[in-house]
């Protein structure tokens, strides 16, 4: 396990959903924090931001925005609100599953899609 976790330090995750269906409170619980616990949030350069803000507005997001938690292993990127209807959203999601499986380090490939 020790030399998976080499190789692959973190577990990559998309969570997907309508806005406010609760895809914060489950990235919360599969992290074991409680739901005052800020996330840690790095934009696509890996800098420390403080972009997520919550918002009820359909495609506002920067899906390449990285997610996590203190302690945790998990890094999420959230569609924030991307929901069905609109072909520039289901874009954007093809093309950041793209960029992420063209990734050389499987760190920074996608793992899973929620």
Request: proline share 4%; charged share 30%; net charge positive.
């Amino acid at each position: 396990m020790e030399a998976v976790r080499r190789t692959c330090p973190v577990f990559r995750v998309l969570i997907i959903g309508r806005a406010n269906a609760g895809k914060t409170t489950i990235l919360q619980k599969v992290c074991n924090v409680d739901k005052d616990t800020k996330p840690i949030v790095y934009d696509a350069d890996g800098n420390l931001t403080d972009v997520l803000r919550p918002s009820t507005q359909r495609g506002r997001h920067d899906i390449r925005n990285q997610i996590t938690y203190p302690g945790s292993r998990f890094v999420f990127h959230d569609s924030r609100g991307i929901e069905a209807g609109s072909v520039n959203e289901v874009q954007i999601i093809r093309d950041f599953v793209r960029e992420r499986a063209s990734k050389e380090s499987l760190a920074e490939r996608l793992h899973a899609i929620w």
